[in-house]
């Protein structure tokens, strides 16, 4: 075992020949020991938000393996079409390749391993051969790679530790040594491994999969101070999303920050291995914004069910009433309300379907703060488009709505916000082509705290987006034009 100072001082070594470019790592950030995470990342300055504190190269990417994702070359990511077998490597490795020559050079490694292990079935598609790609590739790392692969956090007690794909070949290793290598490997990618979104030269968004090493070593905050986008290149990006003083600790969130406690503390525990104590999950109204509340019990009350401690355990009490809900209740609600709204969500819905499912189904069982209302918000706001007055105005107040609710939070220049400010500036602009638009209230007036002027400045929204979501290689197209 290697004790925690010998383990930071080799990291230390390991960040500098990594880093993209070690200059900027070197004047804001530093790794050291962290009071309850092991170790963790410290600004060495004052840091402004929007500010770069590093950029860090992937130590391995790899397609997600996922049957419901488009399928990608291996080594470009870019989009195959219909034909997939055609473009199965016509060295029977197994893998799929979109036939440049650039991307064939650079599988030769990875070709000469599987093809010794033997493939069964290599003029087929295999989603398992693909999910396993990072571990295959780990195999092929360079030694230095390899040293700091070993001095990642593991989690040996996932079930995809386990050896799940040697079924697919005839020749796989057995050897004690080999196997040991493979499920360290596996251990290590599990615990810090996860997928991005890539926007594809010839077909749009693709999800790969990915292990960023010095990200890897940034510990979770439910309210992160730091952002990180990726690059057309695969360089992830860290930038700070709230002002950061000398010595404060960087964090980022590993789980969706519009969840509410009990779903990000579940995320964690399942995927992480950990269950987060943080100021916002000690705060049972989560700094007032509710995301977690359900109804009360009693029907003629307007209350809002809030747990009482923080446990998967807890009962729930009426903030208005008093009235206690057992667990069982709180627990079934929410999962309710997660499965309603999902099934709800994964049929094409107007503006007004949506309504009709939040009013009729939705509020019965969750207050209009619920995560789940603010999931079916975003994903209107994503989906809906081409539409009429009334339901651009509709859409216009779900951005306001989670603005305001991130805003609540503390959340900062997150990627999230840049998203939304810019469909919020772009619903804006198309709403003052209707005649509608000129007998409504006027936004300016309204405008009395800093968040609402935000959402009726177009300037001001148009600026956020840009400087958020400048360096992001699946920002909106209007982005990066300019």
């Known amino acids: 075992m290697i004790d925690s100072e010998n383990r930071i001082n080799e990291l230390n070594t390991c960040i500098q020949h990594h880093v993209d470019d070690v ?23 004052d840091i402004e938000p929007n500010e770069l504190l590093f950029g860090d190269k992937p130590l391995i990417l790899g397609p997600t393996g996922n049957k419901m994702d488009t399928i990608v070359c291996v080594m470009c990511y870019e989009r195959i079409g219909h034909d997939v077998t055609s473009h199965l490597c016509s060295n029977r490795c ?12 650079r599988h030769k490694n990875e070709c000469e391993l599987l093809q010794n292990w033997k493939p069964k079935n290599p003029n087929e598609l295999s989603f398992t051969r693909l999910k396993a790609m990072l571990i295959i590739r780990s195999l092929i790392l360079n030694v230095e ?16 530790n386990e050896i799940y794909f040697d079924k697919e070949f005839d020749n796989f290793p057995r050897d004690k040594e080999t196997v040991a290598v493979i499920r360290d490997a596996s251990a290590a990618i599990n615990a810090n491994a996860f997928m991005i979104l890539y926007r594809s030269d010839n077909c749009g968004d693709v999800n790969v999969r990915s292990f960023y090493p010095i990200m890897s070593l940034i510990n979770h ?17 860290i930038f700070a999303a709230r002002p950061i003083k000398k010595g404060e600790q960087i964090f980022i969130s590993y789980a969706q920050i519009l969840w509410g406690t009990p779903s990000r503390r579940m995320f964690t525990a399942i995927s992480k291995q950990f269950q987060c104590t943080c100021e916002r999950c000690a705060d049972p109204t989560e700094k007032s914004t509710y995301l977690s509340a359900i109804r009360c019990v009693d029907k003629s009350c307007n209350g809002m069910v809030l747990p009482l401690e923080l446990s998967f355990k807890t009962e729930g009490k009426c903030n208005v ?33 949506l309504k009709h499912f939040m009013e009729g189904r939705l509020y019965k069982l969750v207050p209009e703060c619920n995560q ?3 999931e079916a918000k975003l994903k209107a706001i994503w989906k809906c488009d081409g539409m009429s007055f009334e339901d651009l105005s509709s859409i216009k ?26 469909r919020l500036f772009k619903i804006r602009q198309q709403l003052k082509i209707f005649p509608e638009s000129s007998s409504s209230h006027g936004d300016h007036d ?17 600026k956020t987006a840009k400087i958020i979501l400048g360096n992001s290689s699946a920002a909106p197209t209007d982005i990066n034009r300019e």
């Open 321 to 353: 009433c008093g009235k206690i809900c057992d667990n069982k209740r709180l627990l079934q609600t929410q999962d309710m309300s997660a499965a309603i709204t999902k099934n709800f969500l994964n049929q094409n819905f107007t503006i007004s379907d």
């Open 94 to 105: 197994g893998l799929v390749l979109c036939g440049e020559s650039a991307c064939a050079e």
């Open 23 to 45: 200059s900027t790592w070197l004047k804001s950030c530093e790794l050291r020991v962290s009071s309850n995470c092991g170790c963790g990342v410290f600004a060495t300055r």
């Open 145 to 160: 790679h390899k040293k700091f692969l070993g001095l990642m956090q593991k989690n040996y007690t996932s079930w995809t």
């Open 446 to 462: 309204q405008a009395v705290s800093e968040i609402d002027t935000f959402l009726n400045d177009d300037d001001q929204l148009w």
């Open 372 to 374: 789940f209302v603010v």
């Open 221 to 237: 905050n439910c309210v992160p101070n730091a952002r990180h986008d990726i690059d057309s290149e695969f360089v992830n990006r």
């Open 397 to 422: 107040g779900f951005c306001e709505d989670i603005l305001r609710i991130m805003d609540k939070l503390g959340l900062g220049e997150c990627s999230l916000k840049g998203y939304l400010a810019h």
